[in-house]
């Protein structure tokens, strides 16, 4: 494939995936999406998107905005961002039909956390990240070998020890009082 074409592959796909590790929640659609004129894109954005020019106006007014907004994402991004997404875009190409649905399943329903939890779920995953790779992979074996109760139970624990290790703090930090005089 050539560059051209990968780059507007990985911005297609950033559209749909990135917003998972940004801090944004987008918010609700409160009336229909509008069009996207061609012409008022950027001449940088028309590249990018030149697979499309011949169809632009066809296409749904929200795809055509995600494409031009996909379309800024990548043209903000370095080099090596981009390099990275194109990865990310092969390796889900890479992926059966059944594991991209499940994952998009995963993301929606992400989605439809509140925001409290999304943070709570970033937050996680970030701790993960930074646990070295073989105890990484260890609690990836051992979640794949347990059964739904058994998942359910260690779920439980974690929130456990999570509020037991939040109470300790507010413990230890009691809120400050002033006497009346």
């Known amino acids: 494939m050539t560059n051209k074409l990968y780059a507007l592959l990985a911005a297609l796909l950033l559209t749909a995936v990135v ?8 918010a609700p659609p409160s009336s229909p999406p509008a069009p996207v004129a061609w012409a008022s894109l950027a001449p940088q954005q028309q590249q990018v998107l030149s697979n ?7 296409l749904p007014p929200a795809r055509q905005q995600a494409l031009a907004h996909g379309s800024e994402r990548w043209l903000a991004m370095s080099a090596a961002e981009r390099d990275q997404a194109q990865e990310r875009f092969s390796r889900w190409n890479s992926l059966p039909p059944e594991q991209r649905r499940a994952l998009r399943s995963r993301w929606q329903r992400f989605q439809a956390l509140p925001p409290e939890q999304q943070a709570q779920v970033r937050q996680n995953f970030h701790r993960f990240q930074q646990l070295p790779a073989e105890r990484r992979q260890m609690l990836r074996e051992q979640w794949n070998r347990a059964t739904p109760a058994e998942r359910k139970e260690m779920g439980q624990r974690t929130r456990e020890k999570r509020e037991k290790r939040n109470a300790g703090v507010r413990r230890m930090n009691p809120p400050q009082y ?3 005089h």
């Open 19 to 26: 917003p998972a590790f940004s801090q944004e929640t987008p």
């Open 52 to 58: 499309f020019g011949g169809q632009w106006a066809s």
């Open 178 to 180: 002033t006497r009346p």
